[in-house]
């Protein structure tokens, strides 16, 4: 309350000193009417002091830029700074990214709010992707729990400890789908399957804006990247995306929309363009799709300079008609382009773009501000006492645990090898991702701290007493490895090798850490070959000849081709990039203190040749062969089809049983299909299954996949218990956008499976 009366004695000493008399008189009607917020709408403030700004101003808030600064008081370092503080000054910056930390956040808001003619707060927005300090597992692993509270509560941790650091906008959740395990960025989101990824959606919109924006332990959250960049063709990064319309409604859109009819107050644009057209200069997806036929009432923000990149797609002439086009196409904020607040003015003025496209923007920017309160006190999510109790605090640290526990998945588990025993064993640990503190951060941790995770090596002495020794064997990748100027060499270095077999053979098992270096996954890291990056391959067949019994724990962003590991290593283990308690996670599942009950997010395939490669495609005409040997039908000569391990996939230590599902009515009389199952614990210890319910429409206007994930629950059963589960099918889950994009619901045979992968073959059919 206090600040709000300094923030309104702040706007009323502009007043004095403003040389406008006219201007004087608004500001002061504007106001009082502010000071009465219970009687005006956030809508009815917004136009209010839209009407008090100049053209320039509203701009202003269309303009974001990044900090990368070291605020030793208001000081800016790098670049173009010098220009960035004169445009803070004149109120010609709505938002800054990359500044961070209670006492820098403050420092940049101070010179918007007192040093800027009306003073108008920035919107603080950073990279919150899974943590900000302490970091939960990378959003692919988070999938693979397919638990959605977990998901909301780690996307509530990450929201409480960067609000506390001064930030109020997260560029989270990514909800691209994609089929394509090249693609570097498949870590960030929530893999192949548009229903669990609308789902992971919702979950980590509500975890980070809660239910109350103005609480300043919640933040905006921002659904990206606006559209089909999880589509860029063969996985590389930055791509054009080609997409028919079935698969743009029915695969790439619903978690978007998803994440929209969840209140997620912005958007961002993608790079790649999609057919033929740069996402940031589209009005279809934008203005059509997005703020008509959706009514969305956020704003968007572009990608970061993706306006300018128009012009290197071929799209824009150049600079001032890449602004043009963006802002036609309603892309509201301009990240790090520097093209709005340079060429927008002139464009009005010459009637290329009209005045109320620019309202309308800065008019949404200035709502979510209303939202998160920051005009009620501009400095709320600056409070230092608040930043250093919450941030890395015990209940952080214990949730973000929780999470990694549920999120590893058990590929394979041969003669029942795991879980170890806790002591009397002689364990070799080999592999360089086992002593790595920093690696198993994943990307897209800006925030964390170097060397904060627990190591693998570090969990499995802390849970035991056997003995463990260590050798790496050899590393991953060459040099440092980093954010930015990364060195992603793949290491030829196997001079360690010798060390690591000798360890090997005088050990009773031996656990293997390999996989993906953090930054060898993430933006910029599409990759040619999924297998074991650099020798490691070698050194898992070196140390296989000299001690079979291996446990081979796999570090990685993104699915990878283990066909050899897959054949021979006994035991498997997916440890994806687990966060800050990674080794602890891995070391408790390992020694059997937590049960492993996740399930894979997206496909492993046999080989890159296989990618696109996913569990809801189309028969084709020719599915199967009409005699062995036959070559006419949709198949490789030299692969087989399926995946190394389908999605949905990932083991227990125990089994579980399913009874044949039943339809328990019909459409026809309720309107809805109910299915029922039974599903028993058949093994020796409590386990957690997730039960997954698969639909296949027959035939229908529009094909329909092999089958979709239409449903599933979490069960935890003790050993011989039974629960029953029932699912409802309603119209949302039985039909499917045409290419008209209009929804059907068509009447015809179905197929509905329900099991503990997307290969089940226990089966029901039923009429609609
Ligand atoms: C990424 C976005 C990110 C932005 C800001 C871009 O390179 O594509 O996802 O939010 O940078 O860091």
Redesign the pocket.
Known sequence: MKSKTLYLLFFFSILQLSSCKEKKIDLLAFESEVLKSEILSIDQKVEKLLDQMTLEEKIGQMNQYSGFWDFTGPSPKAGDAAQKMEHLKKGWVGSM?NVTGVKNVRAVQKIVVEESRLGIPLIIGF?VIHGYKTISPIPLAEAASWDLEAIKKSAQVAALEASAAGINWT?AP?VDISRDARWGRVMEGAGEDPYLGSKIAVARVEGFQGSDLSDPSTIAACA??FAAYGFVEAGREYNTADVGTSTLNNIIFPPFKAAKDAGVKTF?NS?NDLNGIPATGDIYLQRTVLKENWNFDGFVVS??GSISEMVAHGYARDDNHAAQLAVNAGSDMD?ESHLYVTELASLVKQEKVDEALINDAAGRILKVKFELGLFDDPYKYCDEAREASVIGSQSNVEEVLDLAKKSIVLLKNQNNVLPLSKKGQKIAVIGALAADKTSPLGNWRLAADTNSAVSLLEGLKSYSGNTITYAKGADVVIGKTGFVSELTINTTDTSGFKEAIMLAKKSDLVIMALGEHAMQSG?GRSRAYLGLPGVQQQLLEAVFAVNNNIVLVLSNGRPLTIPWAAKHIPTIIEGWHLGTQSGNALAQVIYGDYNPSGKLPMSFPRSVGQVPLYYNYKNTGRPSPVNPGQVFWTHYIDQKNTPQYPFGFGLSYTTFAYSKPMVVNTYSQDKQVTVSVKITNTGKSEGKETVQLYLRDLYASVIRPIRELKGFEQVVLTPGQTKEITFTLTDQELGFFNNQQQWLVEKGDFQVYVGGDSQTINQVNFKL
């Open positions: 990214l990279d560029f990514m990206k990247h961002m790079f990608d970061w990240m933006e």
